[in-house]
């Protein structure tokens, strides 16, 4: 870098990291409400996480350790470019490994891995506002938030067990929060909703184009809306991961061939990485590692 | 066998260096200069300067250039740029009768005083392709008029009559907004919502705009002036108690000249819409006076009937940097939550399915 452009730590300034730590801590008092914040131009584009990256980048201090995956992944494109941004302007310590991270940035997954007291999810949030899509103006919206009005989303549950005899949604699956606000859970997988629920660890969200953050404090009530006689459920696959043997983890499906062949490996690597070191193995890690010598010699 | 996805940072590098090597093209021919960028493609850096609201040339042109031409990329390349730099200060209103013009033109009067000037158009040109572009291009030296007559605005005109209304004033205590440094809110005031325009997409302003000509909000506008040329910055100073020029830049300006009937609270009169956008495009300056009144329905009590009359809607899109990085985002991995919806889609067609014995058949038997 020439003298044309020289970065503050974490790329921020510290006026803008201020503005931004305030709307943490107002998130974090007022847990799933919306909080606006002046989201700044960041170098990378709009829904890439921009709003992700600066939260982690007014968190962030030069004894964190941070991890980013993407769907559950540390290797997936944008999440090294996301880590790499991260090396380069704060000269942070990166792990893959999520029981070493203090903060976690992530985008479409929750690890498996149980989080602690200390560490941080930071979520990226391309549309913080549940009821979006059932009422598209801004204005109207947050009338509904501040007057606790959620009949909308009820009926919308309700429209999808009359019409298909269960709720259709499979991703970014509303939950209230601490019995007040409907929060938007990022588009995870309803999957990991449960494990947003008493957390130890702190979780928040930005929304960098639309403006907002918001926050689930540690040891917060996390409730999947629902039905009582049609209860809240996750997916369920009827079969292990076939690399680590993993049960009740979420699944990623693999392609192999052009004859309808496939495979299901843990979403999350470092999990999957992991167990497999313990000696876990999979009906399919044999074989792929036989094979992968086979061609080596 | 099954090959785990890894290596995306090499991947990067490599998609990186490839960029860059179609970027530079054919090594055999020279390489573009800034200069030349900010002299022959002065228009294209315009526009980039606009959009990103910084005004600087060079810089335009540098980011014109690493963005290969594309010209939001460029501009987001320029506002990732600005939003880093230190504010020390809002200028005063830039004033822009007193604008050295060099282009100004009026639809609303034959002749005016200060009279019409044409300056460097497009208009009527043939557009014809001229091949004696190809290669070095001999061009006559300009015939310019004496510079630095102050041309005295069209709604100034029509303001001695009292036919249309004024400049407007916020309201007491309003503190100017400014959207790149607080949320945004709606309804949003006049101010920042000019300010939204300003660096809104050409493209996206010049369909609306369009489209409240084809009777989806009507404004019944005239272009009661156009002008383009220098206008001076200035910034007051809290040690010295007064104005300072900072230099001057060039913009454009659009007064668009609106019918109004009139309510009960206003006398019939002519209403305006304001375009104000920096360098030379008098598309945008034009798109945008017309979206701005079509904006003020809540001023004349007028229904909100048409897109270009929603303000939630128009500002909330008129901006390519958010709208191409979220619709560019598609192309990251979904296949988390695509999963999920695989396997709900696979669940509906497992309980579709045995409710259809035989299928079509049984479609067909009950439509008989």
């Keep these: ?297 | 066998m099954y090959v785990a996805v890894k290596g995306g940072e090499a991947a990067i590098a490599n998609a990186h260096r490839l960029l860059a090597d179609r970027r530079r093209g054919d090594r055999s021919l020279p390489s573009i200069t800034i200069e030349q960028v900010v002299e022959q493609l002065g228009l294209a850096v315009d526009r980039v300067m606009a959009e990103a609201s910084l005004y600087d040339r060079a810089l335009a042109a540098l980011a014109v250039r690493q963005a290969r031409g594309d010209m939001i990329e460029a501009i987001f390349i320029l506002r990732a740029y600005r939003t880093t730099l230190p504010r020390f200060g809002y200028s005063e209103p830039v004033d822009t009768a007193r604008m050295k013009v060099e282009r100004r033109v009026s639809a609303t009067y034959k002749d005016l005083p200060g009279g019409q000037l044409l300056g460097p158009t497009f208009d009527y040109t043939h557009r014809l392709l001229d091949p004696s572009l190809i290669g070095e291009d001999a061009v006559d030296e300009p015939a310019l008029k004496e510079p630095g007559e102050h041309v005295m605005r069209v709604s100034d005109i029509l303001d001695g009559e009292g036919l249309i209304e004024g400049d407007g004033q916020m309201p007491e205590g309003h503190v100017m907004g400014d959207l790149t440094r607080e949320p945004m809110e709606f309804p949003m005031a006049r101010d920042l919502r000019l300010q939204a325009l300003a660096r809104g997409d050409e493209g996206f302003l010049l369909a609306l705009a369009y489209s409240t000509q084809r009777g989806y909000g009507r404004t019944h506008p005239f272009v009661g002036e156009v002008r383009i040329g220098e206008v001076e910055v200035e910034l007051e100073l809290p040690e010295l108690g007064f104005a300072v020029s900072l230099g001057t830049v060039r913009v454009t300006e659009c007064q668009m000249v609106n019918q109004f009937k009139g309510s009960a609270k206003q006398p019939p009169q002519f209403t305006r819409g304001y375009g104000l956008v920096f360098g030379q495009s008098e598309r945008k300056a034009m798109s945008m006076s017309l979206v701005d009144r079509s904006l003020r329905t809540d001023e004349f009590d007028e229904d909100i009937v048409a897109p270009a009359q929603d303000q939630e809607f128009v500002i909330s899109h008129a901006d390519n940097v958010q709208a191409t990085g979220f619709v560019e985002h598609l192309k990251l991995p979904h296949y988390v939550d695509f999963q999920a919806e695989l396997d709900l889609v696979r669940r509906m067609r497992r309980e579709y399915e045995p409710a259809q014995p035989g299928g079509k058949n049984v479609m067909k038997e009950a439509a008989e």
């Design chain 1, 1 to 297: 870098m020439n003298d044309l452009a020289n970065y503050n730590f974490a790329y921020l300034d510290e006026q803008t990291k201020r503005m931004i730590r305030r709307a943490i801590l107002k998130a974090i008092a007022i847990p799933g409400y919306q909080v606006p914040f002046a989201s700044r131009e960041m170098p990378m584009p709009y829904g890439w996480g921009t709003g992700g990256v600066q939260v982690t980048a007014s968190i962030l201090g030069p004894s964190d350790v941070l991890k980013v995956i993407d769907q559950g992944a540390d290797d997936t494109t944008n999440a090294v470019s996301i880590r790499a941004f991260f090396q380069k302007v704060a000269n942070v310590a990166v792990t893959t490994r999520t029981a070493d991270a203090t903060i976690i940035q992530t985008r479409h997954r929750i690890p498996e891995e149980k989080l602690g007291e200390g560490q941080t999810l930071v979520y990226q949030v391309p549309i913080p506002e549940p009821l979006r899509f059932l009422e598209p103006r801004e204005t109207e919206t947050r009338k509904m938030h501040a007057l606790e009005e959620y009949g909308l989303m009820h009926v919308k549950l309700y429209e999808d067990i009359a019409r298909n005899g269960h709720i259709a949604t499979t991703y970014a699956y509303p939950v209230k929060v601490e019995g007040r606000y409907v929060m938007d859970p990022s588009p995870t997988p309803k999957f990991d909703n449960p494990k947003m629920h008493m957390s130890e660890a702190l979780q928040l969200f930005g929304a960098g184009r639309e403006k907002r953050i918001y926050a689930v404090p540690p040891y917060t009530e996390v409730v999947s809306l629902d039905f009582e006689d049609h209860p809240f459920e996750v997916q369920k696959f009827d079969r292990p991961c076939a690399l680590c043997g993993a049960e009740n983890v979420y699944l990623d499906e693999v392609v192999l061939d052009d004859k309808g062949g496939r495979m299901f490996v843990c979403s999350d690597t470092d999990h999957c990485e992991d167990r497999r070191a313990h000696g876990h193995a999979g009906a399919m890690l044999a074989p792929a590692a036989k094979e992968s010598q086979e061609a080596a010699e």
